[in-house]
């Protein structure tokens, strides 16, 4: 059986082994597509802070955007990782004839798949639902913008699963290093308004890179996202592979 037909099935069964846990569809997926309708849904007169003609909801449906992204990407992945070691199935992988790298492959393909699953329903209900949709002209940035968050916290959160030595604390751990930047990053806000101080510690990190690249394509007024931004993103999408490529355990401890 070839490379790419091997690949393909071993996509399909991660898609199915995602989908068939109701935790982790639920926090994945089902979660940040809850807070997009419930929260839009309660802040939808809000306006942004100095600007009166931009509703809240235009910054707020980027920012759910980019938490999707991140829980899937991110936090999703890590747990996952950490606990099939944890359990011994990353160790008996490696018994087997399929090639590690080809299944570690198709758990990065997954989740791309169910990142851009995430990111799509986003847009469309952001659309559909609040009449909040990015700038015509600004859809290929926005692909790329995703292409590269999506990288980005899937090679951290193959770094981070190495440092995860319990399976059962890989869900605080995970969630403890994202969602506390993730409230500081203005990710559940279009209106949070940092001390200058803060805002530099909270600017090093991807989350808020992620969070303001996205509401830039969304901001009628913006030219796109930053070159600081840009240039955090790839930043720590190399330290994630080196860290990974360092760290990552098949076998557990």
């Known amino acids: 059986m070839s490379s790419r037909r091997v690949l393909m099935r071993q996509v ?32 939808g007169d809000d306006k942004v802070p100095g600007r009166p003609e931009l509703d809240g909801l235009t910054l707020f449906v980027p920012g759910i955007l980019a938490f999707g992204i991140i829980v899937a990407a991110y936090g999703n992945l890590a747990a996952t990782v950490a606990i099939r070691r944890g359990e011994g199935v990353l160790k008996r992988v490696r018994g087997t004839p399929l090639s590690p790298t080809l299944y570690l492959a198709g758990q990065l393909c997954s989740v791309l798949i169910t990142s851009l699953l995430i990111a799509l329903t986003t847009i469309v209900l ?12 600004a859809v290929p940035m926005l692909v790329a913008v995703l292409a590269l968050g999506i990288t980005c916290f899937a090679a951290l959160g193959l770094a981070i699963s190495g440092a995860i030595r319990n399976p059962e604390a890989a869900g605080a751990i995970t969630n ?15 209106a949070l308004h940092l001390p200058p101080w803060l805002d530099v510690i909270v600017s090093a990190f991807p989350i808020k ?5 996205l509401k830039a394509l969304y901001d009628p007024i913006s030219s796109g996202p930053s070159v600081a931004n840009v240039l955090v993103l790839v930043s720590w999408t190399i ?4 860290l990974a490529r360092r760290y990552f355990r098949w076998d557990p401890t």
């Open 209 to 213: 890179a992620l969070t303001d690249s």
């Open 12 to 43: 399909g069964l991660e898609q199915r082994s995602f989908w068939r846990n109701p935790e982790a569809a639920f926090f994945a997926f089902f979660l940040p597509i809850g807070l997009l309708l419930i929260f839009g849904t309660i802040s």
């Open 176 to 190: 403890g290093t994202y969602l506390p930047l993730a409230l500081v990053s203005g990710t559940f806000s279009g």
């Open 239 to 242: 330290i994630g592979i080196v």
């Open 126 to 137: 952001g659309r559909l639902v609040f009449g909040v949709a990015p700038k015509a002209d």
